[in-house]
């Protein structure tokens, strides 16, 4: 699959307006070209309306990246979480979390390819109910000590990961769209 597709920026002058530019996909882009009746597609298109003017030009092609994996880690274990095995309560003190993209294409893109949670939800639950408040964190490590101190074996910990964040190549984190991510740790 093709993870990249093409941008195009339309600068729109209207008469007696300001100028007012707008990003569209590249089907749209071309469409829009077609119905003003352009015949040349190369940069700097220039093409008129009845009433403005419409420029097209061609930016870099955008990568669109696969929704990030988050891995849980329990304690200071260096082994992944998996959700079918019991942890004592002595064990969860803290957990960890990790994200990451595909192999292939964070080798191929490192300048894209660093994330971090940014918002988790972890909650403690007997049977039906919550026996506590939810804890909410906005840091890859999670002290769980104060949660642990009403857990016993039967209970559920249930780690909702809500928001993930990606380095952009500007160096400042942007929200990702990923929805959530779910663990349920069976406490023994």
Known sequence: MNNRSKNLTILLTLTKLKNMKIQCSLPLAILLLIASQTVNYAQGIKTSFPKYELKALYLDSVMVLPKPNVTLFIGSSTQPHQSSIEVSKTALDKIRFSVSIEDSLARSVPQDSQ?????????????????SKTLKSTSEVVVLEDLMKLAEAGDRLIIEVRKIDRLDHTGKWQEVNSGSTIFVILIN
């Open 115 to 131: 994330y971090k949670v940014s918002y988790a939800e972890i909650s403690l639950a007997r049977g039906k109910k919550l026996v």
